[in-house]
């Protein structure tokens, strides 16, 4: 066990919390893929949306571009081939007929789009253009699958994709792409750093790519998002190509980023404690679970009733910058309160009202946060302020406590033998001091037994490399990743 | 050219209006399949938001089910084997390798679904399940496909599966279906007429089902929705049984009802008018566009900051039940105000203002409503106001002339002759007497070169089949289908 595990062990956790909460059944008769269930399709709905207004606000639009890609076209960028030609599934044909052309099952889609943008841009005016969509794309894994985080269907791929008249105009457009990730994280309350993905682990077919990156709470570092500058190669391939201002016909420069339903695991992992889930305001598919407490007698119909008054005061009441809906359930089932605590509690709803006869009576509910798990005692006339006012507090807790375990998980070293010792003891994302040269960064992976993550262009760095000898560019960081 | 043609041309109107108005494009490099734009897609995401929130608040809950069904599951019923093993898609392999199992490429998700029905199914008290998605799912039609409205890969079927302990809870909830779909279909201003489907067109798998039915501008009958009846007989299939009240094992009765964004293709044509598309205020993505009229002088700069003034006035302005906001355009590209008319038209847009140096001076709009294409002056002051009131009429104008249409469109008739005139000449759904066997129902599809649609269950008739002169139970009615 490591010392700064933030669960007794996280992979029995996150399977058991997972299928606990009936956020995903992984018993889906087929390997590697499994059922998104209501409670975590609502919370993972909600993420989609924080991202479409996002990205809608930064006038981006909304499409949708085919499943399947026909071979020929899938294979015009040689680069994106070598990157993705291996594990990307293949349809051949019906129950009825073999397919004249062999179909790809797209594991991004650039090559569904690209196509389309060189019908659509003809002349400079036609830019900047800033097309996404959320779709489902295949990646036949194989290796180890873990729901949510790594995935042979993702269900929910974000995935934007920009063309520009010139390449400061891609440039700013990574710029913005990464401002909206920034806010996007701010609202999920995950933690992340952002690094410049080191030239041989870059995306296929780019020119260069910025990684968000985190550290699991089992001491993994898990890349959050891409944002990547497409150059252009792509424009190249599939031939896009505008008329610019000065009656020129130039190809156009290509941006594109993308994030999934792997956040949400990322957030459930980071977000929880050995109780179970902590659900955030922003991704909660229940804010508020009233219990109430039944004596089996003449009394109970009353405490009903006063538990749907209390529901229906929270009608229409909203909370958060997306003015999210405060969802309110009451669990009447039939089974002890004490079980329904601990059910709601690993479930993560934000706030549980205990109501009884004596609630009913004093006007007075008792309140169970779920950061704490303390109970208080609110007055009727001040239950909505003070809903409002604790959700906002549970939010604040819970995402302070992810950034204090994001700030310990990142650590630089004068030594490899110390970046090793620490990565084996604490796993993390550990920082040494590079030159710069591919064999280099290369070496400290193998010798660290992980993959280079990349590095902060803006961090200073002064001393010699780690491996050669020579002049630093920068710290490096390297971490084992999912 | 039929007489009662809405269209000059059905066919080329549908066409070109999808293409100009940038609802689809149909130049992807693949046959039957084509890229959902922008200006489409916004209208089918609003589309999408009605059905789930009228699902979501009949207690249906919104899930996610993998594309990829293994073969031997997909095997299973054998009804539903005969109706979708043809047509549907196999994946077979990646780059790398041969799968050790062909999997299946939904064409519905019954046999996903299922599987894990069994699982989660186990008393009495997880029932009724009522659970839906919203995804894409593959038919790979031979025969000619048409955007939106006959396509290979469905890119929103709204799927509802639900499971009963009661043959009647699942009667009940068909009647619940039809409720929810009838509200549907009145939110977006289609006219329809619901058929109990004969037995010998029923759904692969299935006991009985509704289809809701209306008839196109070129006069073809089109499925708008069907709510199917399943009974037991997939519960057979894939074991699905719960522990009733009894303390007996049985097996549970379903029932699944589905849309598409056919729906949104069926829209589009009966809405539009020779001129272009006219679009409803609940699936319009923009209501509002303002044209300035610029003179090229130092005027100009006013007209520009009091158009962005009256947009501003619409900010967070909502209509209809479902509360969209009202979407506002500034037009503000350098063509003549005359083309953005006409563009605007053509898009159906509801509502043009346009602004000039006159306007900004008199604090008086011209406003002009796409439903009668009219001009009329609107003083500033109470532009809000009307822009609702004129959004509802035009919603009001577009559903009755719709239902005028419908109701020409479907006939009843004495003799078979006289119904195939009708076909012929006119199109539509026509109904016969028929006495309830299934070889005098196929005898008059046949006759009528059409399709047998179905009956309305409580509809009265009197007198003889016309095929075989015995009692007749029922006006059977038929159509030349999409």
Request: glycine share 6%; hydrophobic share 35%.
């Amino acid at each position: 066990m490591k010392r700064y595990d933030k669960y007794d062990e996280f992979n029995k956790w996150y399977e058991d919390v997972l299928q606990y909460a009936k956020i995903v059944d992984k018993r889906y008769p087929m390997k590697g893929s499994y059922v998104i269930m209501p409670y975590g399709f609502s919370a993972l709905k909600k993420m989609k949306n924080i991202m479409s207004k996002l990205l809608d606000s930064y006038g981006h639009e909304e499409a949708y571009f085919p499943l399947l890609v026909p071979e020929k076209i899938f294979k015009k960028e040689k680069d994106f081939l070598k990157g993705f030609g291996g594990e990307t599934l293949r349809a051949t044909k019906t129950f009825l007929q073999e397919l004249d052309e062999e179909l790809i099952i797209r594991p991004t889609s650039e090559t569904a789009m690209y196509p389309m943008y060189s019908l659509w841009i003809r002349s400079w005016r036609d830019l900047p253009l800033k097309i996404y969509q959320t779709v489902n794309v295949f990646r036949w894994e194989t290796k180890m699958t873990k729901e949510l985080l790594r995935v042979r269907e993702l269900v929910a791929f974000n995935e934007s994709h920009t063309a520009h008249a010139s390449a400061e105009e891609a440039e700013k457009q990574i710029k913005e792409a990464i401002e909206i990730y920034k806010k996007f994280f701010d609202e999920i309350r995950i933690p992340y750093d952002i690094f410049k993905t080191p030239k041989w682990e870059t995306f296929a077919g780019a020119q260069y790519n910025y990684d968000f990156f985190t550290t699991m709470p089992d001491g993994k570092a898990i890349e959050l998002a891409s944002v990547i500058n497409l150059g252009q190669k792509f424009a190249k391939a599939f031939n896009i190509k505008f008329m610019d201002k000065d009656e020129k016909k130039k190809y156009v420069y290509q941006t594109c980023y993308g994030i999934s339903e792997r956040e949400l695991g990322v957030a459930i992992s980071l977000h929880g404690d050995n109780k179970g889930l902590r659900m955030i305001s922003n991704l909660a598919p229940i804010h508020i679970v009233i219990v109430p407490i039944k004596k089996n007698n003449e009394n109970d119909k009353k405490i009903m009733i006063y538990c749907e008054k209390i529901k229906n005061m929270f009608e229409g009441t909203k909370c958060g910058k997306y003015k999210a809906e405060i969802k309110v359930k009451i669990d009447n089932r039939e089974i002890r309160p004490g079980e329904k605590y601990n059910d709601w509690e690993k479930k993560g709803v934000p706030i549980r009202l205990e109501i009884g006869e004596k609630e009913v009576k004093s006007k007075t509910l008792v309140l169970a946060r779920r950061d704490k798990l303390t109970k208080e005692k609110i007055k009727e006339k001040n239950i909505k302020e003070s809903v409002k006012k604790i959700i906002k507090e549970i939010d604040k807790t819970i995402y302070r406590e992810a950034k204090e375990w994001h700030k310990k998980m990142i650590t630089k070293h004068k030594t490899l033998k110390d970046a090793l010792k620490r990565l084996r003891n604490y796993g993390g994302i550990v920082g040494v001091k590079w030159c710069g040269d591919e064999n280099c960064g290369k070496k400290i992976a193998d010798k660290l037994l992980g993959s280079a993550i990349g590095y902060k262009e803006n961090e200073k760095v002064e001393g010699k490399c780690i491996i050669c000898g020579k002049e630093a560019k920068h710290w490096m960081y390297f971490g084992r990743t999912y």
